[in-house]
Structures are given as structure tokens and as C-alpha cells.
T-cell receptor, first 113, second 111 residues
Framework: DVKVTQSSRYLVKRTGEKVFLECVQD?????MFWYRQDPGLGLRLIYF???????EKGDIPEGYSVSREKKERFSLILESASTNQTSMYLC????????????FGPGTRLTVT | GENVEQHPSTLSVQEGDSAVIKCTYS??????FPWYKQELGKRPQLIID?????GEKKDQRIAVTLNKTAKHFSLHITETQPEDSAVYFC??????????FGSGTRLQVQP
């Protein structure tokens, strides 16, 4: 069974703080993704990675950065959190190519006050 | 880039009725179209997918149809049950490009 885990289920941070969200998958998947989910907007892609140390911007990368130092781990970084980054963040992974099932983590509900 | 539109945003049906959710996409090069189901408080999970070389695919009570000419695809759920109540997302992609998701449809099946 593929397992994708995220470091926190709920997180509360203050405006201006640096925030790290971590995602780990245990199936040796090449591809990893970070989405944010907001009501009525679906899942919007922030960043994705096809390989270690490789990253590509998604549709809404502004205000975010990522790090992939190891194949199993993909981190999302909010350099200076803002209230408009309050959202549900979902990590996903898949084997080579996007045309395969994406396995999602449980999500992190981030609130920025 | 790809743009996926999904309708309706909410759908309420009586148990046993059919439900249909429709999506359109903009990039004619897209060739993979999955559907994900997200139950309340849970992570999205793939329920069915279709590739552009196929026009229809069925899995028990769920079917997906694809019209490449019109650039739209639909999810059909027959004999709906209360456990089908969830948010459903369509998506599209091509090759190594990441999925682009629709905005979601909240399906409520009334017992």
C-alpha cells in the first residue's frame, strides 16, 4: 500500500513566519506534487518535482518555494507566511509521468493569523 | 496552459437515481483524464480514468465518456447510494505535465 504522509494535520502560524510543510512517500515514486485546496477552486498546483533536486513551478508558485533533497521527501516552504496562504495543503506522489494514479497525503490545514 | 472547467458545482440526487458530472478542457494535446473522489475530511482518491485512445470506460456503477472533438468528458454514476456522497474532481494532463484539476462537484445523495 502506498503511503504518503505529511508532517502536520493542523498548523497555526503568524504572519511573516517561515513555514515548512513536509511530505514523505514510501513507494520510491519519482514524481511529487504540492497543491493547495480552497473551496470552489479545486486543487491548484503550486510546485512539482520529477526527480531529486529538480523542481518546476505550477500554476500558483508565488510566495512558495520547495526542496527535494531526497527522492522520498518533498518540502514546501512559505518564506514569509501571509493570511492569504491560509488553506489546505495536499501533497501527492506518482510513479513516472503524470498519467498515473496520484496518491495523496492526508493534508495540512494551515491557518495564518 | 491547460484549463479545466467542471459543472455543476453542486448536485443533489435521490438514492437510486443517476448522477452526471461534466468537464471541458482547453488543450487538445491532453490525453489523460482521471476522476478523483474526496469524502469529507479525507484525501482525494482515484476512482476511474480514461486515456484519449478510448471513448468510454466502465467500472461497475461508474462510467466515464470522452469526446475529444468537443474536448469534454463526463462521469456517470448509476444507482447512486448514500456512500457516493462526496466531492468529485475531474482532471486532465498530457505526457509528463502535471494534472490540471477542475473546481470540483459536491454530490449529495438523499436517502
Amino acid at each position: 500500500d502506498v503511503k504518503v504522509t505529511q508532517s502536520s494535520r493542523y498548523l497555526v502560524k503568524r504572519t511573516g513566519e517561515k513555514v515548512f510543510l513536509e511530505c514523505v512517500q514510501d513507494m520510491d515514486h519519482e514524481n511529487m506534487f504540492w497543491y493547495r485546496q480552497d473551496p470552489g477552486l479545486g486543487l491548484r498546483l503550486i510546485y512539482f518535482s520529477y526527480d531529486v533536486k529538480m523542481k518546476e513551478k505550477g500554476d500558483i508558485p508565488e510566495g512558495y518555494s520547495v526542496s527535494r533533497e531526497k527522492k522520498e521527501r518533498f518540502s514546501l516552504i512559505l518564506e514569509s507566511a501571509s493570511t492569504n496562504q491560509t488553506s489546505m495543503y495536499l501533497c501527492a506522489s506518482t510513479q513516472g509521468g503524470s498519467a498515473y494514479e496520484q496518491y495523496f497525503g492526508p493534508g495540512t490545514r494551515l491557518t495564518v493569523t | 496552459g491547460e484549463n479545466v472547467e467542471q459543472h455543476p458545482s453542486t448536485l443533489s440526487v435521490q438514492e437510486g437515481d443517476s448522477a452526471v458530472i461534466k468537464c471541458t478542457y482547453s488543450d487538445s494535446a491532453s490525453n489523460y483524464f482521471p476522476w478523483y473522489k474526496q469524502e469529507l475530511g479525507k484525501r482525494p482518491q482515484l476512482i476511474i480514468d480514461i486515456r484519449s485512445n478510448v471513448g468510454e470506460k466502465k467500472d461497475q456503477r461508474i462510467a466515464v465518456t470522452l469526446n475529444k472533438t468537443a474536448k469534454h468528458f463526463s462521469l456517470h454514476i448509476t444507482e447512486t447510494q448514500p456512500e457516493d456522497s462526496a466531492v468529485y474532481f475531474c482532471a486532465a494532463s498530457m505526457g509528463r505535465r502535471a494534472l490540471t484539476f477542475g473546481s470540483g462537484t459536491r454530490l449529495q445523495v438523499q436517502p
